[in-house]
């Protein structure tokens, strides 16, 4: 039985990572934190759902070498 490798790449490649930085910065913004305030429960739906659909859509895993 043949193995697929599964093609490696650096934390900064990864838009998973790239999201979850923005998303982190954008708490330090007034507008974006009157945003999450007035729209938790949506916030707390769509956060995980972007993470969900990054996941699919990305390929290989992220090492550090």
Do not use: D
Request: hydrophobic share 50%; proline share 6%; charged share 20%.
């Amino acid at each position: 039985m043949s193995t697929i490798e599964i093609p490696s790449k650096r934390p900064w490649e990864s838009k998973t990572n790239w999201v979850a930085l923005a998303m982190a910065l954008l708490a330090f913004f007034p507008e974006a934190q009157q945003l999450v305030k007035e729209n938790t429960e949506l916030t707390m739906v769509l956060g995980p759902m972007v993470f969900m659909v990054l996941r699919h859509v990305t390929k290989g895993k992220i090492s550090i070498k």
